[in-house]
């Protein structure tokens, strides 16, 4: 289908307030034209839900893949969400591109704002670094695969992204774990991360979750590695 058609449909579902119908014209466009602006439309469908912390670093990672993370207020939100779930590298990078590379933050109270939690993410980090070794030992020895989630997850913030492919499929094989989808998708990531693109678009399509909007985006995920 031609694109100006697919752009032409979706608006009409989308006024007719048909969303599920809207939402597929809007996933034909982008695996057919995967522009930064036909993604935008999408990811904003998903970003106006509400998200728990590990779908929202999710979402935002995804923004950033597909070059729309631009706004001061995603970079913000992008790095508390990171934060909660212990990741302040992750964190500290995403206010370091916002600041610095995008020069997304305007002179401001917002601006110190975004610099204090560089400054108070990096030094956490900092520390974080040096406990990865420990991390490791312990999920050799916990029960669950959670440990290892864990130690993927920090990898993964780090850089680390063989390091973090391996300790998250030791994690999904150990089992037990506190939020499976999740684990899943972050390993997807993680394997895109490491150039292994076959390989993640596997990972996401095999996503299994009761909850839609996890569902959704790893979907999402799986349009972007396909």
Request: hydrophobic share 40%.
């Amino acid at each position: 289908p031609e694109r100006n058609e697919l752009v032409l449909l979706q608006s009409s579902y989308d006024k007719s307030g048909n969303a599920a119908q809207a939402q597929a014209t809007l996933e034909k466009l982008v695996r057919h034209y995967p522009s930064s602006d036909t993604w935008l439309a999408l990811l904003y469908e998903v970003k106006k839900e509400r998200l728990d912390p590990r779908q929202r670093v999710q979402l935002y990672r995804l923004m950033d893949s597909t070059g729309n993370l631009k706004h001061p207020s995603d970079f913000i939100a992008y790095s508390e969400a990171a934060t909660s779930l212990g990741l302040p590298n992750e964190a500290a990078n995403v206010l370091e591109s916002g600041l610095n590379k995008a020069k997304a933050f305007p002179d401001g109270q917002e601006k110190e704002r975004a610099e204090r939690y560089l400054k108070s993410n990096r030094e956490r980090a900092e520390s974080g670094k040096g406990e990865l070794a420990q991390l490791e030992k312990e999920a050799q020895a916990a029960a669950t695969g959670d440990a290892y989630v864990a130690l993927g997850m920090a990898q993964l913030s780090f850089g680390q992204y063989d390091a973090a492919v391996q300790s998250l499929k030791a994690g999904i094989a150990k089992g037990g774990l506190k939020n499976a989808a999740d684990a899943q998708v972050t390993l997807g990531v993680a394997q895109l991360k490491a150039g292994q693109k076959a390989e993640a678009a596997k990972t996401f399509r095999a996503v299994e979750s009761d909850d839609e909007l996890t569902t959704r985006i790893a979907k999402l995920w799986a349009l972007h590695a396909s």
